[in-house]
């Protein structure tokens, strides 16, 4: 029986494709879906969400020497001291794991209580 040649996820792909300029640029200007529990009494949780966003980027951009693909990140959520990341695929769940705990240790908050979802493809 012939085995069926492997087909690279869009993960692979972008491990090994170089980044376009208008990529770059798309990567830029996007910003992932942010919630949080109570954020209408505690209004400084959404920015702390753009600070963690920006910071894994950055760290992201660092490690890799390329920008955090766009819309591979599609929310933040904080929860009382605790940040779900949603992600678009599940490849990206352990690649991103680092960059997110990181950047919820630089704003005081314990890099374990980082985790991961996948959105819903209905949604995307």
């Known amino acids: 029986m012939a085995r069926a040649p492997h087909r690279p996820t869009s993960f692979d792909q972008w491990l090994y494709e170089e980044s ?7 990567d830029r200007e996007y910003t992932p ?3 949080a529990r109570d954020a ?3 209004p400084w949780r959404i920015p702390r ?3 963690v966003y920006e910071t894994a980027k950055q760290l992201f951009l660092v490690v890799e020497n390329r920008p955090l693909p766009a819309t591979i990140v599609t929310g933040l959520f904080d929860d009382k001291g605790s940040l ?3 992600v678009s695929t599940p490849d990206w769940q352990k690649f991103l794991l680092p960059f997110f705990q990181l950047a919820w240790r630089a704003e005081n908050e314990k890099p374990d209580t980082v985790s991961f979802a996948i959105a819903d493809r209905s949604s995307l």
């Open 49 to 51: 969400l753009v600070r």
């Open 33 to 35: 879906q942010l919630s």
């Open 20 to 26: 376009t300029w208008d990529q770059k640029h798309d």
């Open 84 to 86: 779900a990341v949603t």
């Open 40 to 42: 209408h009494d505690q």
